[in-house]
């Protein structure tokens, strides 16, 4: 019998492909372009001279651990505080964030490369630099005006997110109850505008009204940088299963976020009973009024961050892989990517991804799942170039 040795080989490398090993990790990491659609590290680089060529024992993004975890491209958010700022302050500091970030990337020209496209996030690749990608975090910070919205497109901000967790005076957040019924006139001119310009919309923090609205408005592919699935955690700020096809059905990409509170529907409960940590939290809020919301950041808030993870705990890695799997069964593998939202989620991290150094843990998660090499490669990175893509495409 000739054939049996051969047959016996398939089944071993069957075998072999629905699990995890270093050498296979390491193998698919290596062909994989990963991006990561949503990380704000960009308040400690403008507020705390943060230095990303330094590896740090706190916060979640540097270069050194960029590299353990093979990223090829990172887009910034540019995020500001709807409530301690005005529209115009928030176009200011909106500003001086990009200045701080194009500065720090030009601060490591060994490392670092800015890039607006996707053929630029390939180029950095093959030139053995990281590619660093900038996306604005709330409509608010355009002013209600298209001129400012350009602007931010020229400075190289490639997409946008609509709202935050306040309304803007054009679309409703998922924060707060509607008070626009989704998306006005004037906000159906900003995702033109976009579509236009070669900005990814994206749909992340909108109402479920505004969300539909956008759908119907786009005439690219949208985005959603930095959430996961409703079915699975209960959170506004979460994709419905019904909202997972619509985003495929328009060729679009759901980036998961890895923040607990996405993942676990029992995590705010579990928090609730921390009302000592809450409470130091508040007054380190209440000394720096105008950075109200920004608790995540600073020392004193990192130290209050420790101790509410060492006292919850992490939810497990599983938790994580649910919500990629759930995102790929529903909306398909073309349709998910990475949206950590590391720096912007306190430590409220799932174990073994309390940091961006950890990407290949979640590579070894997906294939123990059972998912081929070709399908994570197209969940770390390859799905988001395509998006980007049709939407550079799509501009006029
Ligand atoms: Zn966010």
């Known amino acids: 019998m000739r054939t049996t040795p051969i047959l016996l080989l398939i089944a071993i490398s069957l075998a072999a492909q629905s699990k995890s090993d270093p050498a296979r990790v390491a193998r698919v990491l290596s062909q994989a372009v990963v991006v990561d659609l949503h990380d704000d590290t960009t308040q400690m680089i403008t507020d705390e001279a943060y230095n990303l060529a330094e590896q740090h024992d706190f916060g979640q993004i540097d270069i050194p651990r960029m590299k353990v975890g093979h990223v ?4 910034l958010s540019i995020w500001t505080d709807t409530v301690a700022f005005t529209p115009s302050e928030a176009v200011h500091r909106t500003l001086l964030q990009i200045d701080s970030v194009r500065r720090e990337i030009a601060r490591h020209p060994a490392e670092l490369e800015l890039a607006t496209t996707a053929d630029q996030i ?3 690749r093959q030139h053995g630099h990281i590619a660093m990608l900038m996306g604005v975090e709330g409509g608010h910070a355009i002013d209600s005006d298209l001129a400012i919205l350009r602007t931010y497109y020229q400075l190289g901000a490639r ?19 509607p008070v626009h019924n989704g998306l006005t006139d004037f906000g ?19 109402s479920d009204k505004t969300f539909y609205d956008v759908l119907a408005t786009s005439a690219a592919p949208v985005i959603a940088s930095h959430s996961s699935c409703r079915a699975l955690a209960n959170a506004p700020r979460n994709m419905t299963d019904d909202m997972l096809r619509a985003i495929a059905a328009k060729n679009g990409v759901v980036h998961i976020n890895f923040y607990e509170a996405f993942l676990d529907g029992n995590y705010a409960s579990r928090l609730k009973g921390l009302t000592a940590e809450a409470a130091e939290q508040a007054a380190i809020d209440k000394k720096t009024p105008k950075f109200g919301d920004r608790s995540n950041y600073g020392p004193e808030s990192r130290k209050v961050n420790a101790k509410i993870i060492a006292k919850l705990g992490r939810v497990p890695l599983s938790k994580l892989l649910d919500h990629f799997e759930h995102a790929v069964k529903v909306a398909g593998i073309d349709h998910v990517g990475l949206g950590s939202d590391f720096d912007g989620v306190e430590d409220a991290l799932p174990q073994g991804m309390e940091d961006i150094s950890k990407f290949p843990n979640l590579v070894a998660g997906l294939m123990d799942r059972g998912f081929s090499d070709a399908d994570i490669v197209k969940i770390l990175g390859g799905n988001t170039l395509r998006v980007m893509r049709d939407v550079e495409k799509a501009a006029k």
């Open 159 to 177: 997409y946008m997110t609509l709202t935050h967790t306040n309304h803007t005076p054009w679309a409703d957040t998922s924060s707060k109850p």
């Open 188 to 206: 159906r001119q900003v995702v033109r505008e976009m579509n236009r310009l070669g900005m990814m919309v994206d749909i992340s923090h909108v």
């Open 122 to 124: 390939v180029a950095a």
């Open 72 to 75: 090829a491209g990172l887009f």
